[in-house]
């Protein structure tokens, strides 16, 4: 069961920018925390940027200042604006969050598919 659906991804121009959209399905109540971790070819995944409860974002120093992470609690979805973007951002992006999948439930972590970004001219 997909639970994550995660979209958004392609082929962008250096300096060019991209949104990244990740939905929750109806199998999820509520997202509570989300991350962006990306994964280039040969690389260990990384994490790029995340999200609390609150809205407190953080990011890897890489790519403060171009991407910007939010959320949509009414819709269920977070978000990855990715701004002037560089080659070396090329990789597979993948959501990951903690969620609620009933009002009065536990919190689960749950990942979404990932998604090719890639950055060339």
């Known amino acids: 069961q997909v639970q994550l659906v995660v979209s958004g991804g392609g082929l962008v121009q250096p300096g060019g920018s991209l949104r990244l959209s990740c939905a929750a399905s109806r199998s999820i109540f509520s997202i509570d925390a989300a991350d962006w971790y990306r994964q280039a070819p040969g690389k260990q995944r990384e994490l790029v940027a995340a999200?609390?409860?609150?809205?407190?974002?953080n990011y890897a120093d890489s790519v403060k200042g171009r991407f910007t992470i939010s959320r949509d609690n009414g819709k269920n979805t977070v978000y990855l604006q990715m701004n002037s973007l560089k080659p070396e951002d090329t990789a597979v992006y993948y959501c990951?969050?903690?969620?609620?999948?009933?009002?009065?439930?536990?919190?689960?972590?749950?990942w979404g598919q990932g998604t090719q970004v890639t950055v060339s001219s």
């Open positions: 999200i609390t409860g609150g809205s407190s974002t």
């Open positions: 990951h969050t903690w969620a609620y999948s009933d009002p009065t439930g536990p919190l689960h972590g749950y």
